[in-house]
């Protein structure tokens, strides 16, 4: 609705001129509502439970046959991972299921190139832990970087101005060191069913809203926004075997419906996506925006990408909104359901996961 996005947007606006600046005590809601959502938000944690588990390692080198089908073979494309439990596969059992592993051998099947994975993501994570994770991922020099984060800042009643600074200050950093980033902004956190009304209401309004000023910060810093949004929402609604066993994190099937969603961009970032030719204006299905408009839309619309305009003389204050074609995964059916492990792959197992293992993949 134009309404809600146009609220949504000088919302976000605000919160990241806040961000930029430094600015306190903009809240998201008002102060009369923080002691009932911290009770509703007790409940809904013992409603979900917490998973026993860690996610499994997945970091290696993916589409290692591709280093042997040339005389002059290329150095493997690094790409890391960064951000929370999302970023880190928590709850499934097997390497080759995280989202990481599933970006890894995608990219490599699309670039017909080794792709080394380093994933710092944690459990629990926060935009203010996301320095930290820098620390772990620069040393590597990664070509692209995935992150993941947010849903833990609204959950763990982070400031949102604090938070998108954060943010934008780790992709400023990674796209200093060359790295091309692309951002899943912050899930719909409504969409999970053991969060209740009003806090699902409450949960789905602050989720939306930090999604898109972490859009704006993002896209502003340099790089591009995939919103996860609602997603998962419908498919969850229908197929309970998209969570995992919390009813909360997603299961295999779930991460691959996100990673679907997410791998176009990654190619795009490293310019691997055929784009089509645009002279004068975008083709169906895209739309020039300013950029608090476009992250507004966004947050709204799941799977849609945000990346700055780039003309001479736009600067990053007009951005193209943008829905890719979700493509098929490597050892993905077209569901998103994990296909047979390679040899090897074993829960908690390595990651390393060769290109003739991928090839039948094709797009969904």
Not at 7 to 35: E, F, H, K, M, N
Not at 186 to 206: E, H, S
Not at 304 to 330: F, I, K, M, N, S
């Amino acid at each position: 609705m134009p309404g809600a996005h146009d609220s949504r947007a000088r919302v976000a606006r605000r919160i990241a001129t806040a961000a930029a600046y430094g600015g306190g005590g903009l809240g998201l809601i008002g102060v009369g509502l923080v002691g009932l959502l911290v009770t509703e938000s007790k409940l809904a944690v013992q409603a979900i439970g917490m998973l026993e588990t860690v996610p499994p390692k997945a970091d290696g080198v993916y589409g290692e046959a591709f280093a042997d089908g040339g005389a002059a073979p290329q150095p493997p494309l690094v790409l890391a991972v960064l951000g929370d439990s999302t970023g880190a596969g928590l709850g499934v059992a097997r390497a080759r299921e995280t989202p990481g592993a599933l970006l890894a051998a995608g990219l490599a099947s699309v670039a017909e190139r080794p792709v080394r994975l380093v994933n710092v993501a944690r459990s629990g994570g926060r935009s203010a832990d996301l320095s930290g994770q820098l620390e772990q991922a620069l040393p590597h020099h990664p070509d692209v970087a995935v992150v993941m984060i947010g849903a833990n800042d609204v959950t763990r009643h982070s400031p949102a101005q604090l938070s998108v600074r954060q943010l934008g200050e780790a992709v400023a950093a990674l796209r200093a060191n060359g790295c091309e980033v692309v951002v899943g902004t912050c899930p719909d956190l409504g969409t999970i069913k053991p969060v209740r009304p009003p806090l699902r209401w409450v949960a789905r309004r602050l989720s939306r809203q930090l999604a898109a000023a972490q859009t704006i910060a993002v896209v502003e810093a340099g790089g591009r926004t995939v919103s996860l949004g609602s997603l998962l929402g419908p498919e969850f609604a229908a197929r309970p075997e998209m969570f995992a066993a919390d009813r909360y994190h997603p299961s295999a099937q779930g991460y691959a419906t996100a990673a679907m969603a997410v791998l176009p961009s990654v190619c795009a970032a490293l310019g691997l996506w055929p784009e089509e030719e645009r002279p004068n204006a975008p083709v169906p299905g895209e739309t020039v925006l300013p950029v608090a408009m476009a992250a507004a839309a966004a947050a709204g619309r799941a799977g849609t990408e945000v990346a700055a305009v780039e003309a001479d003389g736009a600067g990053r204050r007009w951005a193209l909104l943008r829905r890719r074609l979700r493509v098929g995964l490597p050892g993905s059916d077209a569901a998103g359901q994990a296909g047979p492990a390679p040899d090897g792959d074993r829960p908690g197992g390595p990651g390393n996961t060769s290109a003739s293992s991928h090839a039948g993949a094709g797009d969904a």
